[in-house]
């Protein structure tokens, strides 16, 4: 009785780590296809030098910013299964404060979209700091507290395109592996675009 307890131990344990393997290998793949994606994606923008960063969810919705000296431009895509561009759009975050600025008297709800522009705008440059970023690729998180919601990626990329802070996981997964600041910035502004 004793072996046969010990015999189905041991293969219980055998198909756990067999499963663990088999899914650590499915999502290192998935990965895999999010960063080939990105990499077309961002070849059809790329016609600057700079750094960028690129966040997508489920491989269709891309919000891209990339970093020219002090100026920042966003995009929204949309694309299909092979990365054919469907719909872009330009966000102007820099025209709309200039605008507000430039108002002799703001109301109440434009001080606040002001402050919120000017708040966004501090996050993004906060982002293009290289040195708060991994250089790893993750694609799991065994010491998540909670992951939900749909597959996403994440990399900064330099003028070099070193790639920083890469990873493709759940869209909600705490902790977050990179500043919350700005995972709530990229969140809100791709679900706001997205048509």
Avoid: H
């Amino acid at each position: 009785m004793k072996k046969i307890s010990t015999i189905c131990f041991t293969i219980c344990i055998t198909c756990f780590c067999y499963s663990q393997s088999e899914w650590k290998s499915m999502y290192d793949s998935l990965g895999l296809e999010s960063r080939v994606k990105a990499d077309i994606v961002l070849s059809k923008l790329d016609t600057t030098l700079g750094k960028k960063i690129l966040y997508s969810l489920q491989d269709r919705d891309y919000l891209i910013i990339f970093k020219q000296d002090s100026c920042y431009k966003e995009y929204v895509l949309k694309v299909d299964s092979v990365c054919n561009v469907l719909a872009i759009k330009e966000i102007d975050n820099d025209e709309k404060i200039k605008k507000l600025k430039a108002k002799r008297f703001l109301s109440k709800s434009n001080r606040k979209l002001l402050k919120c522009l000017l708040e966004d705008k501090q996050t993004i440059k906060d982002a293009f700091d290289t040195s708060q970023y991994s250089t790893g690729f993750i694609t799991s998180m065994p010491d998540a507290t909670w992951v939900a919601g749909v597959p996403s990626y994440f990399v900064m990329k330099d003028e070099k395109n070193k790639r920083y802070g890469e990873y493709s996981l759940s869209s909600i997964t705490t902790p977050c592996p990179i500043n919350p600041d700005l995972w709530a910035y990229l969140i809100r502004k791709l679900l706001e675009n997205i048509n």
